[in-house]
Every structure is written in C-alpha cells, then in structure tokens.
C-alpha cells in the first residue's frame, strides 16, 4: 500500500531507534492508553492524508487527529488535519497545526456540536491528544 510505504519510510528516517522500539512496545501504556488504541489513532491520522488531501502520499505527508479520552480509553475523534502549506501559502499550517485549527472551529461553531466559547475552546485542549505520523515540531 503506498501509504503505509511514504510513512514508513518517513519514520525511520526521524525516529531514533530506541524510541521506535519503546512506542512499540505493545504492553506499554502511554497516559493510561494501550499500544492497539495508539496504534488505531496513529492509523487514522495516516488516512487523514488521503481522505483530506485527496492522495496518500502528498508532499509534506504530515497527518494528525485529536481524540478526546476523557470520556473512555478507546477516545472520540475530535477533528483531524494535514499539513495545509501548499495549498493554502501559510507556512505555520503544518499537519498538527492545521488540526488544531480545525478542532477549534469545530469547538467553537456556534451551530455546531459543541458551541464552546474562545476560553472554553482553549481549556478543551488540555484534555485532548493528538495524534501525528511524524515526530511532533515545535510548534504544538
Ligand atoms: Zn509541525
């Protein structure tokens, strides 16, 4: 499958060996979540890439989602994102960066599910994870 193939090759070129052994690790628990609930949301944010941006390989493969656990282990999709550089000319919108902007519309659309204000949406974040197929930047 290419997708898995751009992101596999995309792991291995960033994550050092030691740490791609210990997330691995599927009796390892990470915030009170299983390897096969990490590994279900890890899938998810590689077919953000297609289900997004229309290929699963596009350039800056970079896709995210944010799930919700505080409401079960096995977590609730939030929003999901790619990287948006190209297509948009804003460079700061990398995958994670994107997603976050999406979750906030989400959170904060005044018909929508939600209907958080501004600080509410902001304190939501700190309950939510987010997922990315590459080593988070600096900028989340
Ligand atoms: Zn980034």
């Not at 096969?36 to 997004?52: D, F, K, Q, S, V």
């Not at 000319?89 to 990398?94: K, Y």
């Not at 209907?115 to 949406?121: I, L, P, T």
């Amino acid at each position: 499958m290419r997708s898995s193939v751009c992101v596999f090759a995309l792991l291995s070129a960033i994550l050092p060996a030691a740490l791609a052994v210990v997330l691995a690790d599927t009796n390892l628990m990470i915030n009170g979540i299983t390897f096969p609930t990490r590994a279900h949301w890890m899938r998810l944010a590689n077919e953000a890439l297609g289900e997004i941006s229309g290929s699963p390989c596009p350039f800056a493969a970079f896709g995210t989602v944010i799930v919700n656990h505080t409401a079960s282990e096995a977590g609730k999709l939030i929003c999901m994102g790619v990287n948006e550089n190209e297509n948009t000319g804003n460079p700061s919108l990398h995958g994670e960066m994107a997603a976050i902007k999406n979750c906030t519309a989400i959170l904060t659309d005044p018909h929508g599910k939600f209907r958080m204000s501004a600080s509410e949406a902001q304190d939501a974040f700190a309950d939510l994870t987010l997922y990315t197929n590459a080593e988070s930047c600096p900028m989340v």
